[in-house]
């Protein structure tokens, strides 16, 4: 009897181990203790947060490169590819070549950077030329008239007025311009002639009657220069003929 009621217990215990092992397998009974266990598979698979740290200087450990930023930037700009900055410089060039071509400052010709000579000519009669050379070293202009005076005489001889150029005389270095001088009248019509001895030439401005610098005194023959009231100059000329024409 009691024979038999140690195997029915020991066939309850067997019973009782199989049930618990079909538990485990189902996902029941005692493996829902093991679900709290991290997934090996699923923390491998998934990314670290990166960190947020600031790093020495106070910059967080994620953040972009500045280094490298700045990088770019440099070669955007000096490849000519970033926003503007190749024509930007080409706009640069382009505004200093058209400030070089600009308007130039005004330089007259006057006693200080030329030579001057007076000489009479035999064709047309009782007419004289005025010679101007630039012995400077830059271009200089002749503006309007010479101013003309002999000796002391109080009164300025009037310029011809069809003789007036459409532009100002210029004068590069080593180049000359011309005046026309009519000293007296051809018919003998003229008042109060007299010889000079003396000639002093005058140089204008950029305005009419201003001064334009230092006069220039040529020399004259040594038996002087007769002149009367018709004594007249033309503007100045670019050619000896223009100057000798009126």
Known sequence: MRTSRLRLLAAAGITLATLSLTACQ???GTADEGSGRPDATATADTPTAPSS???ADGTPSNAPSQAGAGTDGDKASSNGSGSGSGSGKE??????????DGPRTFAACNGSNTTVTAQPVSRPVNHMLITVKNTGGKLCDLT??????????????????ASKPQAVV?????ESAYAGV??????????GGTTGQK?????????PNSSGGPSAIPSLPAKGVYYDSSLA??????????ALTY
């Open 91 to 100: 706009k640069g060039t382009g505004q200093a070549k058209g400030s070089d």
């Open 26 to 28: 189902d996902g029941t």
């Open 170 to 174: 210029s004068l590069n270095p080593g």
């Open 182 to 191: 009519l000293l007296s009248a051809a018919d003998g019509s003229g008042d």
């Open 144 to 161: 309007y008239y010479p101013v003309l005076r002999f000796d002391e005489m109080q009164w300025v001889p009037q310029p011809v007025e």
């Open 53 to 55: 740290k600031p790093s």
């Open 233 to 242: 100059v033309t503007y100045w000329q670019q050619s000896m003929d223009d």
């Open 199 to 207: 000639l002093t030439v005058g140089f204008q401005g950029r305005t």
